[in-house]
């Protein structure tokens, strides 16, 4: 039955906000101040309502009670309300509650009609038009009371032409009589309505509909389904003005040109405004005892099942109400800890300090790694962020380095989620490579090429065009729910291992409780919220549920950015966190280094000193300010809620809201006397609009400043005064639909306040998304260089795809090359071009020397071709040659411990930093020992760590070696015996080296650089690796 269905949709939402209970639960770390009484939801108010917000004024003190217990009281109190059904009212319309006592309004319906001879009394047309309807109709037995406060029935005539009175929900039925040429229209407004001027007006019924109509024995009916006032008139059809207005004319007013005689019934102004109240008390009713058919439920319907719903209902919609305010006030715990930015990485250990443990930082930040072997992905795995308050962690990225599709237009855009994308055109190679001959000679020009991008010395070769920064960026939303999880980013190795959203939460939910982590990295923490209760057919017992969605993408930058324009950030628990600490030259050379933009704009120079102080507007505003939101490089918005328009902090021009911002101004100064502002209250937050329909919207209806109200247009202006004018909640009436308002509104309305008074207020809908800037990532021209000619095949070639790892090729060896490159075997890159082949991380895939078929099926030994976060060395070439620039904010800094922090830090090391530096390096090895590194051979590196207590034996000269097993790297491990000359200045040198981990020593009796075996048969060297390394160098 129709009842069964509609407690079943109920008992889905009520499922739907249990489930929002279990995802709060899984915040361990939010609190929320102590439960308060919640009051029973109120009667659903008529449309254009205003939407549920935030509860108004600052956050309460500390809280006391835990968000999940306050829940469950909320929970026992509504199930405590359903069971005795206190303070759930029912629906206007259903007598569920308490039956003979609910008040009900019961809608009329109400004739429109033209006058005809004199048969104007009572309301009542010839001898069978509207059979017998009176404007002193009954009301039906039903009701205990009247409720009718004007005629039901109105007829068109020039001394009749007051306005009809009617409630929402009322019908109104245009009877035409046994004249054929009437239509009905409805004017825009009153002046329209006024000046029978139909080209303000829009036609409802015409003739052809009424024909059909009235040979079905019907005639046109309207709904008024909102509050408000309608202005409705016919037109003579056929004619052009004037003449047409013939039948709207006021018969007091002689239009100029030929019209019909005023005579004429016709021409006696057929038009009529229509005021459209809320039910009054005056006009409600007692409800009667439950009747189903009544109500349009099945027969089969019992009191107690009508009840169950009303109940329902109102469970549904007071939890609703809770759950927003609860999900608004963990976001503004949230942005109160903190900005937005990154919070941590997933921890592989700890350690006998704090600082010992992951942050946003641990093998590198956001754990970076390289995935060199692949032509697009950058290598990025699990971190946890805040967006707007919204607290996530990611699935295992490894993102493409791909754009938003510019070649769309918005239209397009917004017609696919996630939205498209398109690869980012790479830099040529310069021409002096390829035009330098052979092989040896590209690579020999090809250096120096790198050597001017490193050096930033655009004198040796003019860099800047071959080596082009890309801005790659965090992105989020809250998005309308749906069962489906789409994937948010192209990704060659990583998707979300879910069917949907519910099966993504019970997973994260069971892996938050075990502790256990998912092994392929695919399981993102994604939180859905409640962000408003929907108006379905004037009921707001509906749940708006959102989910929260993120994405990875990146955006090529329009001018050059000089690496100078960036240094290390002083962050001084990932300089201590490794085994020995580390300078900040020294993190810069390592995938833990985050970095800063110069605040400087147009005034900035190579090499003058770094600003410091308070900024507003920096540089890195107007980067972001080149980033799309979700309507795409063409998108074009502007934000006027509140009836004034946001414009461009600097230069005040409008201001494209569809592209990512962070300051604003406004022409209107605030409370403090400002005009220019900054995002959210205190966040380091960049914004874009969107109209995309997939972004959940949320929706607003206020009255305007009175100061906006002053620099408003005409129509908002007559429109505030008319309804201040209305001095009753009865008379004040009046709503505009979207077509009728400016400044973007959807909608505005004449609306009764809780001071007795009647204000015009304007309706805004919107759609936002956030974001936070990532990386910067200087394309090369690497990824177009194949001076070997090495074919590249994509996954159209399936064959010659396949082909490339055919018959076990593997290439590790010259006989074993692969026949061509792909997408994930990314090789063209000549090995010579590097120094050698370190891969320090596990996750690194990039691999050392490798060999590939070229198109004469010659192996070639080759390198690694993608992206880098440090380039391996490069002969002639100081140092490493960094690609990926991490330069995202970090959530802590917005708290007030982090600053407090940050300023000691200052305190003590801003005038120090030469002394301080000293006693580190004084220290540092008798602290931390000492960090070794295996000289490179055939094609990679390990590490060697010597403890503390062993560095100070050799340096007391207690023992002048000692034996360790180094790092893993290319797959293996080394058991090394080193030789500390503490008489030669502390010298290092190897004395042996075997090819396994195992603690096997090498023969004695082993002659200089002889080989030989130890006694598990392990290969092992003197003074050289069996795989060729030469020996030993201190890093630190």
Request: proline letters at 5%.
């Amino acid at each position: 039955s129709a009842l069964e269905q509609r407690v079943a949709t109920l008992e889905a939402q009520l499922a739907t906000v249990m489930q929002q209970i279990q995802t709060l639960s899984a915040c361990t770390s939010c609190s929320v101040p102590a439960s308060t009484t919640t009051s029973a939801p109120s009667t659903p108010t008529s449309a254009p309502s205003t939407p549920t917000s935030a509860p108004s004024g600052a956050m309460p003190g500390t809280p006391s009670t835990s968000e999940i217990q306050e829940l469950r009281e909320l929970l026992a109190n509504l199930s405590a309300k359903v069971a005795n059904a206190s303070g759930v009212p029912g629906r206007d319309g259903f007598c569920t509650i308490t039956p003979n006592t609910t008040e009900v309004y019961i809608p009329v319906t109400r004739y429109v009609y033209r006058q005809s001879g004199s048969t104007e009394n009572n309301c009542v047309v010839g001898g069978d038009a509207l059979r017998g309807v009176a404007a002193t109709a009954t009301a039906p037995s039903m009701l205990t009371r009247a409720y009718i406060t004007d005629t039901n029935c109105r007829w068109t005539r020039g001394m009749y032409n007051a306005p009809m009175f009617a409630y929402k929900g009322d019908t109104l039925v245009f009877w035409r009589g046994d004249d054929k040429s009437n239509n009905v229209w409805q004017f825009d407004d009153k002046k329209a309505f006024d000046e029978c001027d139909f080209d303000r007006a829009r036609l409802l019924a015409g003739l052809v509909d009424f024909e059909g109509l009235e040979s079905a024995g019907k005639n046109f009916t309207l709904t008024m389904g909102n509050a408000g006032v309608y202005y409705f008139g016919s037109s003579k059809t056929g004619v052009a003005d004037p003449d047409r207005r013939m039948y709207c004319w006021d018969s007091k007013v002689k239009p100029t040109g030929a019209v019909a005689s005023q005579s004429l019934g016709w021409g006696r102004n057929i038009k009529l405004e229509v005021r459209v109240l809320e039910p009054t008390a005056e006009v409600m009713a007692v409800c009667p005892l439950y009747d189903p058919s009544a109500y349009g439920v099945s027969n089969g319907g019992t009191q107690v099942d009508s009840e169950s719903v009303e109940k329902l209902k109102g469970a549904v919609a007071a939890m609703g109400r809770q759950l927003i305010s609860y999900e608004t006030r963990i976001q503004e715990r949230v942005r109160e800890q903190g900005q937005s930015g990154v919070t941590y990485v997933r921890s592989w250990g700890q350690g006998t300090d704090a600082y010992y443990t992951g942050s946003y930082a641990s093998g590198g930040v956001v754990n970076i790694h390289n995935h060199a072997n692949t032509h697009h992905t950058i290598g990025m795995g699990e971190f946890g962020a805040v967006l707007n308050g919204v607290q996530f962690t990611t699935r295992h990225n490894d993102y493409s380095m791909v754009e938003p599709d510019s070649t769309l237009t918005v239209a397009e855009y917004i017609s696919s989620w996630p939205p498209k994308s398109m690869d980012i055109e790479y830099p040529d190679v310069p021409p002096a490579v390829l035009n330098a001959g052979s092989v040896d000679a590209q690579v020999v020009e090809m250096r120096e090429w790198f050597r001017a991008f490193h050096t930033q010395d655009e004198s040796h070769r003019n860099h800047t065009k071959y080596f082009k920064p890309v801005l790659c960026y965090l992105e989020g939303a809250w998005i309308n729910a749906q069962e489906d999880v789409a994937e948010p980013f192209a990704s060659e190795r990583h998707h979300i291992d879910a069917d949907g959203w519910n099966d993504l939460n019970e997973k994260t939910n069971f892996l938050f409780q075990n502790g256990q982590k998912n092994n392929l990295e695919n399981l993102p923490f994604l939180p859905t919220a409640i962000r408003s209760m929907m108006d379905v057919g004037g009921e707001t017992f509906q749940p708006n549920l959102a989910q929260w969605f993120y994405r990875i993408t990146c955006k090529p930058l329009k001018d050059p950015l000089p690496t100078e324009r960036m240094r290390v950030r002083n962050e001084l628990h990932t300089q201590l966190r490794e085994s020995t600490p580390a300078t900040r030259e020294q993190l810069g050379k390592t995938p833990r280094a985050l970095f800063d933009i110069n605040p400087q704009r147009d005034n900035w120079q190579q090499g003058k000193p770094w600003p410091k102080g308070k900024t507003t507007y920096e540089y890195l505003d107007d980067l972001m300010y080149q980033i799309p939101g979700f309507d795409g490089p063409n998108g074009n918005l502007l934000d006027q809620s509140f009836g004034t328009t946001c414009a461009t902090y600097i230069g005040n021009e409008p201001l494209n809201t569809a592209r990512y911002t962070r300051y604003y101004s406004m022409l209107m100064k605030d409370a403090m006397g400002r005009s220019e502002k900054k995002r959210a209250f205190n966040d380091y937050l960049f914004a874009a609009q969107t109209t995309h329909k997939r972004v959940n919207p949320l929706k607003v209806c206020t009255q305007l400043d009175p100061e906006v109200l002053k620099l408003a247009g005409q129509d908002d202006k007559d429109r505030a005064a008319m309804c201040a004018g209305f001095k009753s909640r009865d008379t004040c009436v009046g709503s505009w639909d979207q077509t009728q308002v400016s400044d973007q509104a959807t909608g505005a309305m004449c609306s009764w306040t809780s001071r007795d008074e009647c204000v015009y207020k304007k309706c805004w809908e919107q759609r936002w998304s956030y974001a936070l800037p990532l990386e910067v990532i200087y394309m090369t021209p690497l990824t177009k260089w194949n001076p070997h000619n090495i074919e590249y095949y994509d996954r159209s070639q399936k064959d010659e795809y396949d082909g490339v790892t055919g018959g076990g090729r593997n290439g590790k060896t010259p006989a074993t090359a692969y026949k061509g490159t792909r997408q994930d075997l990314f090789f063209r890159t000549p090995a010579s071009f590097f120094r050698d082949a370190k891969n320090v991380d596990a996750a690194d895939t990039s691999g050392g020397v490798t060999y590939v078929l070229d198109k004469n099926n010659k192996a070639q030994d080759v390198r690694a071709s993608g992206h880098w976060i440090l380039f391996p060395e490069i002969e002639t070439i100081d140092g490493n040659v960094r690609q990926r620039w991490p330069v995202f904010p970090v959530h802590e800094e917005g708290n007030t411990i982090w600053k407090e922090t940050k300023a000691l830090e200052e305190l003590i090391m801003g005038k120090n930093k030469k002394e301080i530096q000293a006693i580190i390096d004084e220290t540092r090895s008798e602290a931390y020992g000492a960090t070794l590194t295996l000289l490179t051979g055939n094609g990679h590196s390990h590490e060697i760590q010597i403890s503390p207590s062993e560095l100070l034996d050799l340096k007391a000269g207690k023992r002048d070696s000692v034996t360790k097993v180094s790092s893993l790297a290319d797959g293996h491990q080394h058991f090394v015996k080193v030789n500390y000359d503490a008489a030669n200045g502390g010298k290092w040198s190897m004395d042996w080296c075997t090819q396994s981990s195992d603690t096997d020593w090498c023969p004695s009796n082993l002659a200089p650089n002889a080989c030989g075996q130890t006694s598990a048969n392990v290969a092992c060297c003197q003074d050289v690796c069996p795989d060729g390394h030469p020996g030993v160098e201190l890093v630190h």
